[in-house]
């Protein structure tokens, strides 16, 4: 059973909502997480050569920023999954 949590790193820290998912949820989301992944590497790589051509438009910049940022989240709770499926 999934829930939701209101966590902080530390007493300095800002409280942030969690949410806990069992083994079994994770087994579900496995396969859309990756697929996600995969699409997200995709659309990054294609602006990832754009801006590694020079000629990078800023709102093309952006987008590789923001496809940067979606990738890196996806890959930590892919591992973070794999961990817990281990």
Known sequence: MSYIENTRMSPNF???ITVCITKGEC???LPLL???CKETK???DKYEDIHDSGEATEK???MRAKYADELESLESILSDIHTILK
């Open 27 to 29: 087994k579900v989301l």
């Open 42 to 44: 995709i659309k990054f």
């Open 34 to 36: 990756k697929k996600a």
């Open 14 to 16: 800002a409280y942030e």
């Open 60 to 62: 093309q910049e952006n």
